[in-house]
């Protein structure tokens, strides 16, 4: 770790493949940032639990996330690239910091009310405690920053209360984390509802675009994207549909708002909605190659993987004896 730079950690569940929302909102802005921070990222397997998986699709899916992490171009020897279950200072913290957090703060919690109506028959305490354990995988690490979507904020205000209450009562134990969220892609929407985010749960299969989900498939998704029953390409209130087109077109063209409303002015939604498939499709290209690379090559993941386990034993272990000694615990 060079210890002049500041350190950044976020994690992604592995509850199916990555969609665009995850990427845009998330995972290319770990890519931008590995080089000017000590960075964590890794795949949360432990979180993934709180909702029922099927094991045999759950151990490939752990697999497929890990993989993608570096065809999305993060560097394992620059970044520690872990699963959160390869060390049991996650869980450990938790339990310690789930002492530390009211019952009411994570009743507040809007991600537990959805999950909670989502599958009202499996309403589990490890999904109502789920914001500590991503607290623990936060200050574990000292991460000054965590780049997220907008739908994790609550989570992470959640993780910045505790370090606070924390470090009130034992001195600075934790750093301070801060989100990192992008404005235009922090909250990409989903393709048949623009009103409602992107998910990884959402039954409508046109609804989502998948990081690995092929041109064809790709750009006929973004044909059947809900709009209006407008003709006009531009970013007005109301209309939902096309600014969730023209951000994620943004994102995947470097093309500002003025740009794209000046590129389509007097053009169909058709036309539009074809060139934002085009420019998602040639935007995951590389990713989709690199990642048939570096997915056959099993014994080269493998080690990556218990590299990564390694240095994020030992850097989070150094935090979780320092918060065994404050609480009073007997060490050795
Ligand atoms: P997860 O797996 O749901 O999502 C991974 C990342 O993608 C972001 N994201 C989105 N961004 C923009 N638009 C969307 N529609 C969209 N959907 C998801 C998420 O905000 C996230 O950054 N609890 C976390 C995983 C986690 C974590 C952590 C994150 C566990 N521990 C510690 C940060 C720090 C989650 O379920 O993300």
Redesign the pocket.
Known sequence: MDEKKKNM???????NT??????????RNWVKLQNDYNCFF?I?DL?SITVRQDPVKLRAQIKESYALLIAAGLDPEKSTLFI?GHNQNHAELSWILSCYTQFGELSRMT?FKDKSEKHPDNINAGLFT??V??AA??LLYQ?DL???????KQ??EL?RNVCQRFNGIYGDVFTMPEPYITKT??????LQEPTK????SDENLNASVWVLDDRDTIIRKFKRAVTDSETEICAREGKDGIINLMSIYSAASGKSFEDIESEFKGKGYGEFKLAVGEAVADMLAPMQNEFKRVSADKSYLEQCMKNGAEKAFKTSRKTLSKVYKKVGFVTF
């Open positions: 950690l976020s994690l992604i569940q592995p509850t990555p969609h665009l929302g995850n990427y845009l909102g998330a995972m890794g949360a979180h959160q991600q789920y914001p354990l991503m995988d936060i991460a965590v780049p997220v979507g907008l739908d994790q989570h992470l993780a892609t922090e909250k990409v929407m989903s985010k992107m998910s990884k």
